[in-house]
């Protein structure tokens, strides 16, 4: 079937790039290759390897970067927690299984001290993307998701550093965020920084950025599928990119090999096996993705109007907005703690019925609304943080609400695994127009199949509610509408 796609779109599969002089200045280029490509590039073999010789090794490489990328991450996030909201605030989030034991959030010792390193964690992750690498910005994902699009060649290495040491600071100080954006941009530009140092064309740079951050999001979540199906999804709300498979798969296997070795291969939330689903059980199913569809969609409205807000106000001095939104998450934090930081563990509490049975039924109606209050106020403001765990927290909020509920009611529900799991993967692969990615990524994060259906049907039934609306302003709506812009000599390849 003839492809609709751009030329320039298509990643170079066997076909030997165009001829080019060994001349001075005046040589001739290559079809997909610009006035600004270095003379070096130019003369870079790999145009013309055949398609699995040329992305397995480059692939690999990429891998290799993205794990050692997304342990620095995982390292200097839990070094400034421990100081900042374990030492100085005297509070120790919830953990997850994976983290090698499983723990419900602390106490807060000392209450006064939460808004003020909410506060300070932003103002110094702002501070440091101003002065840096101000492409360092934001949530992550969706920066990723544009350069892909217009600059795939274009990332600048030292957004790697900064993006790490600005994200830690948000979130180990209790900013509400996630760990996935600064991974997949980190990665992302890893990817990037590859396709320069191989001279690949702007078409598998697009690959390469993408294979990178597809690893980047599988170590970090111990869900490496999930990642290479994230890479093939997340491009395009009404699309897939089937070119991204081979170079996703390589580069996420290699990642999450490296990430494991090192913090072990026990599934992010443990093994959480759960009874098989009855018929009966299959409507509350249905109204939870209904209820999760909605949830998503307010995630998306509030997100994007809360940064339009804070956009707005030029007059006030940049780094007073990443306080201002600081001061308020802090503030929301001392009422529902579990807000704070990545919130992970919050999705590992509530998979446990004990646990949710002692929370008060009013704060696990208010969590979802909390975690996206929160979630909006870091990242709108300027805090350097993700919007795609958040999205999994809510989700998981949202599940378990519904399961404390139906078990009022005296409905047929088992335990609220389930409930948890489906509410998860609902609410983000809508709001990220990724449902595949989040069907497998929910088997791998949890360790077992026994999800599977629920969590199928509940993705289905939220993405329908979801409609156009999505998490990331720059995906494009379908894979043919949105051309690759050429990289120009004006490029930033610092």
């Known amino acids: 079937m ?83 909201l374990g030492l100085l605030a005297g509070f120790w989030p919830a953990t997850v299984a994976g983290d090698g034991h499983a723990s419900p959030a602390s106490e807060i010792d000392r209450p006064w001290a ?20 101000q492409d360092a910005g934001g949530h992550g994902t969706d920066a990723a998701i544009k350069a892909i699009h217009h600059d795939p060649r274009g990332m600048r290495g030292r957004v790697t550093v900064v993006k790490a040491l600005a994200s830690a600071l948000t979130l180990g100080t209790g900013g509400s965020g996630g760990t996935e954006g600064p991974a997949a941009q980190i990665s992302a530009t890893f990817g990037s920084v590859s396709a320069r140092v191989f001279g690949l064309s702007d078409a598998d740079a697009r690959v390469a950025a993408t294979a990178g951050l597809a690893a980047g999001v599988g170590a970090i979540f111990k869900a490496p599928l999930g990642g290479v199906l994230l890479g093939v999804e997340l491009l395009y709300r009404r699309g897939m990119a089937p070119e991204m498979l081979i170079p996703g798969l ?11 070795a090192v913090r072990g291969f026990t599934p992010m939330f443990g093994t959480r096996a759960a009874a098989p689903v009855t018929f009966a059980q299959l409507p509350f199913f249905l109204a939870l993705g209904v209820l999760a569809g909605v949830t998503g969609r307010s995630y998306c409205w509030i997100f994007h109007r809360t940064k339009a807000f804070f956009d707005a106000r030029r007059k006030i001095p940049d780094l007073l907005k990443p306080a201002a939104g600081g001061l308020a998450v802090g503030a929301l934090g001392l009422l ?41 106020l870091t990242v709108g403001s300027g805090g350097t943080a993700g ?20 078990e009022l009611s005296g409905a047929p529900v088992a335990g609220p695994a389930p409930f948890v799991v489906a509410g998860m993967a609902a609410c983000l692969g809508a709001a990220i127009h990724a449902p595949l990615t989040m069907v497998v990524m929910a088997a791998e994060v949890t360790g077992t199949l026994d999800h599977l259906i629920p969590t199928a049907l509940t993705v289905t039934t939220a993405t329908l509610i979801m409609g156009n609306r999505t998490l990331y302003p720059s995906q494009p709506h379908r894979k043919d509408s949105q051309p690759l812009a050429a990289t120009g000599p004006g490029s930033r390849l610092g």
């Open 2 to 84: 003839a492809s609709h796609e751009p030329a320039d779109l298509q990643p170079s599969l066997s076909a030997p790039s165009a001829a080019v002089a060994t001349g001075g200045p005046e040589c001739s280029l290559g079809a997909d290759e610009h006035p600004g490509t270095a003379r070096g590039w130019r003369r870079s073999p790999f145009h013309s390897w055949p398609y699995l010789l040329k992305w397995l090794p480059i692939g690999a490489v990429i891998g290799a970067v993205a794990g050692l990328g997304a342990l620095a991450l995982y390292g200097l996030l839990a070094l400034v927690t421990h100081g900042a």
């Open 336 to 376: 529902l703690p579990d807000i704070l930081g990545t919130g992970y563990g919050l999705v590992q509490s509530a998979m446990d019925a004990q646990w949710l049975l002692k929370v008060p039924l009013w704060v696990l109606l208010a969590l979802p609304a909390a975690k996206i209050v929160g979630t909006s």
């Open 387 to 406: 919007v795609f765990g958040p999205g999994m927290v809510i989700g998981a909020a949202t599940g378990a609400a519904c399961w404390r509920l139906a």
């Open 250 to 260: 390589t580069a996420a296997a290699v990642a999450y090999a490296e990430f494991a």
């Open 114 to 133: 939460v808004p003020l390193l909410v506060a300070g964690g932003a103002v110094l992750g702002a501070s440091l993307v101003r002065w840096l690498a």
